[in-house]
C-alpha cells in the first residue's frame, strides 16, 4: 500500500502525523504496535508528546486542540492510544517517572 498526496485529502493538516483518507497513514493507524514501528523517530517523538498531551494533560509544546483532542486526525488518536497502552505496560515494570518522560523520544 501507498501514501496519496496528503495535500489532495479533505481536512489536510499539514502538521498531522497520519493523515485520515490516505490509505497507508489508515494502515499504520489500524496496525496498533507494528504501524507505530514504522514511524520515524521525529514523528514518534511527536505522537508521544501528543499522547502525553492528551492522556495526561501535559503541556509538551503542542496546544493544538479539536475534535481530536490535541491530535490532528483520527488515524493519529487510534496510533497515540496505542502508544499510551504501550506506556502502561512499561509502567507497570518500571520506575512510572521513567516512562512518562516528554523527551523519551526526543532526536534532537
Known amino acids: 500500500m501507498a501514501h496519496v498526496a496528503h495535500q489532495a485529502l479533505l481536512g489536510y493538516d ?3 502525523i ?3 483518507g490516505c490509505p497507508e497513514c489508515e494502515r ?3 496496525s496498533g504496535l507494528r504501524g507505530i514501528l514504522e514511524l520515524d523517530a521525529n514523528n514518534l517523538n511527536r505522537l508521544w508528546r501528543r499522547m502525553l498531551n492528551e492522556r495526561m494533560s501535559f503541556q509538551v509544546n503542542d496546544q ?3 475534535k481530536w483532542g490535541r491530535y490532528r486526525s483520527a488515524c493519529e488518536q487510534q496510533a497515540g ?3 499510551y497502552l504501550l ?3 512499561e509502567e507497570k515494570r518500571r520506575n512510572p517517572s521513567d516512562t512518562w518522560d516528554p523527551d523519551r523520544f526526543d532526536v534532537s
Open 81 to 83: 492510544e496505542q502508544l
Open 87 to 89: 506506556g502502561v505496560l
Open 14 to 16: 499539514p502538521e498531522a
Open 18 to 20: 497520519l493523515k485520515d
Open 28 to 30: 499504520r493507524a489500524n
Open 64 to 66: 493544538h486542540q479539536d
